[in-house]
């Protein structure tokens, strides 16, 4: 494949751009290799800047449920464009969709709109520090929140698990405020909370984790969250800006029955246009301004494009079926690529979710811990990235992301994957 626009503008983007991208992960710099440009999606496809076309697993990381430039989608912000692009102001639009959230995620009683998942999980951090008038908060090691400031951790060394900055920009002060515990570690929660349970603001959680690949919490994990905050009056926030209408229609909290205290949305809720939310429990939500002491704003929030495109989406995936169907289409494609991983002796697993789905080139029958993630072989996953690449399959430029199915992925970009996947398993065996 020749990708020489790719790597002109990459070279021109460098100049101007910090790293060239406007995002990290975008930089291909796990799997090695210049990254790619992009210049226009259809259903489940993308087109690069070099007219190569690839079947998309990232779907512009998620929010893409039902494929680029679903035609409801564009119909809905083509009419919105007609009446203007936004107004500073409130719009009957909001309201819809608020009202559609609470209808859809019992536990969000109130909903405020944002505009990126970052937004919605620091501002409601700073809710449940205002609810509960306590600075601690609790977060897992591999979870990733946005780029908020107190949430920039690493596991910090010790009992005390307190958070060492992970950024530089981030002050100690921050990151002393944040513990960091280990995803699906039941006791270690249970003891935690037994000795400090009282001094925590909140357990900010993402309730199946996207950002370490896909692990999803073990029995009795999610549960004991929601006991322990009970039990010691702190917030339990499920981030559900990856999950929310992904894994379901309820989110991970309808999959697995656990209700949180709040909730954060993004993705999927602004149907590619950016949009976060954050909601829940009335008597918490009513604290924030204007009805209550806790300050937070945005200029953009609920945009009325964002909110439209928005609205198609939700209303698309509300129809009776979808998740069956998206849930079984990704179910084909990762028993297809075990299949193929297992004909070439390649030790490859998968997690699935609904639409979302985890790859391990681990030989492991099952992933469930960040350590078994940051076991598995890099080498591998890159072998693999790169010639599912040239066989025109986009994945997640990184072995720690999850990956993203469609509407739009039907039973021939399936095929195509899988013939794809027989080559680049291939080239790992050699
Ligand atoms: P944004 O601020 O990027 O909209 O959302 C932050 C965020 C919050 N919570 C969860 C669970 C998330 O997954 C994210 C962002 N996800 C990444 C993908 N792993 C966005 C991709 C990127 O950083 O470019």
Known sequence: MNHDNSRNLFDLARKYIPGGVNSPVRAFKSVGGDPLFFKAGEGAWLTDSDDNRYIDYVGAWGPLILGHRNEKVIA?????????????????????????????????????????????????????????????????????????????????????????????????????????????DIDGVKEFFAEHGDEIACIIVEPVAGNMNFVAPVPGFLETLREVCSKHGAVLIFDEVMTGFRVGLGGAQGVYGVTPDLTTLGKVIGGGLPVGAFGGRKDIMQHIAPSGAVYQAGTLSGSPLAVAAGLAMLNSISEPGFYDKLGSQAEKLVTGLKERAAAANVPFTTNQLGGMFGLFFSGESQVSHFEQVMACNAEHFRTFFHAMLDNGVYLAPSSFEAGFISAAHGDTEIATTLDAAERAFAAIAT
């Open 76 to 184: 809905a912000l083509t009419e919105q464009l007609e009446k203007g692009l936004g107004y500073g102001a409130s719009t009957e639009g909001e309201v819809e969709i608020a009202q559609k959230i609470c209808e859809l995620v019992p536990s969000i009683e109130q909903v405020r709109l944002v505009t990126s998942g970052t937004e919605a999980t620091m501002s409601a951090i700073r809710l449940a520090r205002g609810f509960t008038k306590r600075d601690k908060v609790v977060k897992f090691e591999g979870c990733y929140h946005g780029h908020v400031d107190g949430l920039l951790v690493k596991a910090g060394s010790g009992a005390l698990t307190l958070g060492e900055p992970d950024s530089l920009g981030v002050p100690k002060a921050y990151t002393k405020l944040t513990h960091v515990l280990s995803y699906n």
